[in-house]
């Protein structure tokens, strides 16, 4: 099954955390996460934050079928606002007027969550629970005091998505699980010359779509670069080079949408692939079930598509399992409950985050964080997924790195990224060089690098 990575990076911060964590929250945080045994028979209620509930069912999906499994507990869903999720929850935390159970997005924050809010229950005792477990890793949510504020619940991971017709009828050689970023350049310059002449508009039609954010770039850099995550507290950028480099030549080649007019005209992704506009598309495995769900809608063609493995760093050694990026998705109960509220709110992060939880989210296409045999065969079996064996191959098999090293600076460092490296390569207004000095200065002059 999937290998994922348990590569994150501790900030030099950590010692003041560990006060921090130990002088805030309830009791539970000091007595390494335990509590009073849930009584199956207590009707209790639980609150659970989610977003976009019209369009988003893994929360619902959650809540049904733990209240399935436990008919005295109730979960009641407060919802969010999905752009501003993060500053919400923020507020309401500060305010102790949290939700008793919610999704912690990525790991951007969860430094800033865990160790700084002093909302978060101690999990340990759940992460404990799952030690030798290979079907889930929970590392990525440990702090450098040993102990876990969030366990995941959605394990994402990029890989290629393409269009199978479009290779077909162009007749290029489409995808085999062994592609380097050269490769991935070598089909979308063949597919730039054949796909007109199959009858696709060289105008509106692209070999590729890049997105616009950092993560389609800085993602894969950081993933697939030895030594990378060490330099990412040290403040050494140098790695970014040749993705940015690669990701300039698709620009200028007209190999993909460039980036300032993804940004001006809000290209979505999911219509640019959707509506085979594209016949590449670099996206997590999120994406999958939203096209599945477009397709039978209508809101996408009707198409044969597939995943493969993302294109490998061609600057490393080769390896047989590929590398690829993504956070995991968690969830975190409340330091302000107690008693069988607590009880109750842990028992649903374990089921959530157990084979129960991933079971339900993987028959409406969502990728989980708990991969069993059983597991992947439900996730294949819903219809209208790609279910060849490359699709599978790029699901299952691959070295999963984390988006955002968890530490102290995380989000500093990421916002510097954004904002001034990654916004200044993609619209010309620097050049790669001169962006990742100013943005490695204005880095170190927010003092968050060891």
Wanted: with cysteine; hydrophobic share 35%; net charge negative.
């Amino acid at each position: 099954m999937r290998k994922v990575s348990p590569l994150f990076k501790a900030a030099a911060f950590a010692g003041a955390a560990v006060m921090l964590l130990a002088g805030c929250g309830s009791s539970n945080n000091a007595s390494g996460g335990k509590t009073e045994a849930l009584d199956e028979n207590a009707k209790t209620t639980i609150t659970f934050a989610g977003w976009s509930l019209d369009t988003t069912p893994e929360f619902q999906t959650l809540a049904d079928g733990f209240m399935k499994d436990h008919p005295n507990i109730t979960v009641k869903i407060k919802q969010y606002s999905a752009d501003d999720y993060d500053t919400q929850l923020t507020s309401d935390i500060s305010g102790k007027s949290q939700p008793d159970v919610f999704p912690i997005k990525n790991l951007q924050k969860y430094y800033t969550y865990a160790a700084e809010s002093g909302g978060l229950a101690d999990l340990s005792d759940i992460a404990a629970s799952y030690d030798g477990d290979k079907n889930i890793d929970v590392s990525q949510y440990k702090l450098e005091d040993g102990k876990y504020y969030a366990m995941p619940y959605r394990q994402d991971s990029w890989v290629l998505f393409y269009n199978k017709d479009m290779f077909e009828k162009a007749g290029v050689s489409a995808p085999d699980g062994t592609w380097t970023w050269d490769d991935y350049t070598k089909a979308a310059e063949e597919l730039k010359e054949k796909l007109p002449a199959a009858g696709y508009d060289a105008k509106s039609v692209y070999p590729m779509y890049q997105h616009g954010w950092q993560s389609v770039v800085q993602g894969f850099a950081l993933s697939q670069t030895d030594g990378a995550y060490d330099d990412y507290f040290k403040g050494d950028y140098s790695y970014l080079k040749p993705y940015y480099e690669r990701a300039l030549k698709w620009q200028k080649e007209g190999l993909t949408i460039d980036w300032n007019t993804v940004n001006s005209t809000k290209v979505q992704y999911q219509a640019q692939f959707g509506t085979q506009k594209a016949a590449m598309l670099p996206m997590g495995t999120w994406y999958a079930a939203t096209l599945v769900s477009q397709q039978k809608s209508g809101d996408a063609d009707t198409f044969n598509w597939g995943m493969a493995p993302i294109p490998q760093n061609p600057d490393a050694a080769t390896s047989d399992t590929p590398v690829t990026f993504a956070d995991p998705t968690g969830l975190a109960v409340s330091s302000n409950i107690s008693g069988q509220q607590l009880a109750a709110a842990k028992e649903f992060v374990k089921w959530a985050s157990g084979e129960k939880g991933s079971e339900a989210l993987a028959k409406i296409a969502t990728t989980p964080a708990y991969f069993s045999d059983s597991v992947a065969d439900t996730y294949f079996g819903t219809d209208g997924m790609a279910n060849d064996d490359l699709s599978k191959k790029a699901w299952t098999d691959h070295k999963t790195n984390p988006e955002n090293p968890v530490g102290a600076g995380t989000n500093t460092i990421q916002d510097v990224l954004n904002t001034v490296v990654h916004s200044g390569i993609m619209s010309g207004t620097s050049s790669i060089d001169d962006a990742i000095a100013k943005g490695t200065q204005d880095i170190k002059d927010q003092g968050v690098l060891q």
